[in-house]
């Protein structure tokens, strides 16, 4: 874990990447409750995704902050022994209602993961891949314009534009996650998850994708469990503290880096546990 001082974290905070905050509820979960087995993960969590806002789920390891983000497009839908409990929306529209088609949920609240995990296909293929299968476009001319918005979109366009049917497994870490983030884009979605985007990548290209994370915040929601302090200061609006499968408390990014209600929240962005 990182840890911070008063006045790096004061640093962070006010290089924080600013924006006139949306206040409109994209995501609300209800009494949101998770257990693998006998275990229980998550106790009763309330928490609101606003729409065209990043905000980052922080807390000490285990606690369950990829255990909620995996509800938010039903990825525990894939561990056997995951049970969920409560309420989720997605624009009011109740995700887990037998209704919902989980393939066309999973399009419109994307995901990208801790580790970069592109196809072991082309670059080009990895972009294209989703709108194919979701039958987004009709013709090739339309595929291939959609790749490239997306790779525009990724901040990797120019990096790959002469090499798109090289192996996207060929690009450096950072490049890959790039990738992994275009090809969740070029399905459209309106949430982005993202589970420590930047833990397997250095300092510049952590850089990057985090200024990335700013730009796509203009069109997507996005939703991101992160162990640094520093990136959760530097490109969240809101903050979602979890400790022991409970939410402790939601509020501004500012707020909470600055004068937290509570001490748990102060001691672990503090260092003082975690
Ligand atoms: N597939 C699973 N089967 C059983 N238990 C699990 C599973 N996934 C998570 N858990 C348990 O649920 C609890 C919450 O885990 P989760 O991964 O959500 O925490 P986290 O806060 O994201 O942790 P970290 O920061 O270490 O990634 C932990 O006790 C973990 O061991």
């Known amino acids: 874990m990182n840890v911070m001082t008063e006045k790096t974290l004061e640093e962070a905070v006010s290089t924080r990447m600013s924006g006139e905050p949306n206040e409109a509820i994209k995501m609300k979960g209800e009494k949101v409750t998770v257990h693998y087995g006998e275990k229980q993960a998550l106790f009763g969590v309330d928490l609101d995704v606003r729409e065209k806002q990043v905000t980052a789920l ?4 285990g606690c369950g902050k990829s255990t909620f983000l995996r509800c938010l497009n ?4 894939t561990v056997p022994s995951a049970r969920v409990g409560g309420k989720i929306t997605l624009d009011g529209e109740d995700i887990y ?11 419109r609240v994307g995901m990208v993961f801790q580790k970069p995990n592109p196809f072991p296909k082309s670059i080009y293929e990895n972009v294209a891949y989703g709108p194919r299968i979701h039958g987004l476009t009709k ?3 339309d595929l291939d314009g959609v790749v490239e918005s997306s790779l525009k979109k990724a901040a990797l366009w120019n990096e790959v534009k002469d090499r798109l049917h090289e192996p ?3 690009l450096s870490g950072g490049q890959q ?3 992994c983030i275009a090809r969740a884009i070029a399905v459209s979605p309106e949430v982005i998850l993202m589970d420590e985007p930047c833990s397997a990548l250095d300092p510049i ?7 990335l994370i700013d730009e796509l915040r203009q069109n997507y929601t996005i939703v991101i469990v992160t162990h640094s302090m520093q990136q959760a200061a530097r490109v969240s609006q809101r903050t979602a503290m979890f400790h022991l499968g409970y939410l402790v408390e939601e509020g501004a990014t500012d707020k909470m880096f600055t004068s937290p209600d509570d001490k ?3 001691d672990y962005i503090t260092g003082r546990f975690g």
């Open 74 to 77: 039903r990825m525990n839908d």
């Open 58 to 61: 922080i807390g000490p390891s």
């Open 264 to 266: 748990r929240t102060q």
């Open 97 to 107: 209602d037998r209704a919902i088609d989980v393939v066309e949920l999973r399009a």
């Open 205 to 211: 290209a952590t850089a990057k994708v985090e200024e």
């Open 168 to 170: 996207g497994t060929g």
């Open 139 to 141: 013709t090739k001319a």
């Open 177 to 179: 996650q790039r990738l």
